[in-house]
């Protein structure tokens, strides 16, 4: 988590001074909720996200974001099955626990569709798409010990680290409350273009491939 948190200030500190003399600023901050989408990798998690936009127009702005879940809990029914056709039994059932951990980074371009950042009146609607990397910890528990030398199986019991780059697609709409202070609600798909095989990952093509609600509150400065 202190490395993304680094990470995430390196790529914000040069864009604010870049452009802090010709553009106005926001800082957001939400609450969300995580469905996990792919099939026998669904999970549901709560996060948070700290976001920094760069207005450079009242409509149109680039944006920077760091957001955080808690643990996602899943499982599959998977079988071991023998390396060796002598070894008795053949095949062993067991169930494997994962919990799976991401953080995000993101930046992107965001676009008011209806209204804008400092609109005072009405509500605003807006979308964004962006490039993130997602880095995540998955760590398994078996239900039955299992005899890796002797047993073929699917997925290995422990822990290990993941990274993925995503496209990230939003849809939101925000409300003013007075004083710059701005409501939003928006959905947000964060989906996997890259992958690798993984000995402690199930499904790990297109995956893991997310979506969440988010609810949050945006000031602007």
């Known amino acids: 988590m202190k490395q993304s948190g680094y990470i995430f ?18 800082l957001s901050t939400d609450g969300n909720i995580l ?20 207005h450079f127009t009242p409509r149109n702005e680039a944006y920077a974001w760091l957001v955080y879940y808690t643990n996602g809990i899943f499982q599959n029914q998977l079988n071991a099955t023998a390396k060796q056709p002598a070894t008795t039994p053949q095949q062993i059932a067991f169930t494997n626990k994962a919990r ?35 880095i995540g910890r998955i760590e398994n528990t078996h239900s039955v010990k299992i005899d890796t030398s002797t047993y073929n199986v699917q997925v290995l019991e422990g822990s ?19 004083a710059d202070f701005f409501l939003y609600l928006e959905g947000r798909a964060l989906v996997p273009i890259t992958d690798y095989p993984s000995r402690f ?13 988010n609810l949050g509150i945006r000031i602007l400065f």
């Open 35 to 54: 469905r996990s989408l792919r099939k026998q990798q669904r999970f549901w998690a709560i996060g948070q996200t700290v976001t920094g936009h760069f």
């Open 160 to 178: 290990s680290h993941f990274k993925r780059l995503t496209a990230d697609f939003t849809l939101g709409y925000e409300k003013p409350v007075g």
């Open 100 to 134: 799976m951990r991401i953080v995000q980074i993101s930046l992107g371009w965001k676009h008011y569709l209806k209204g804008s950042c400092n609109s005072e009146e009405k509500w605003n609607l807006y979308g964004s798409a962006g490039w993130g990397l997602m």
């Open 201 to 213: 990952i199930y499904i790990y093509d297109n995956a893991p491939f997310v979506g969440s609600v």
């Open 9 to 26: 200030l390196i790529l914000l500190l040069p864009l604010s001074s870049l452009f802090a003399q010709e553009t106005r600023f926001s």
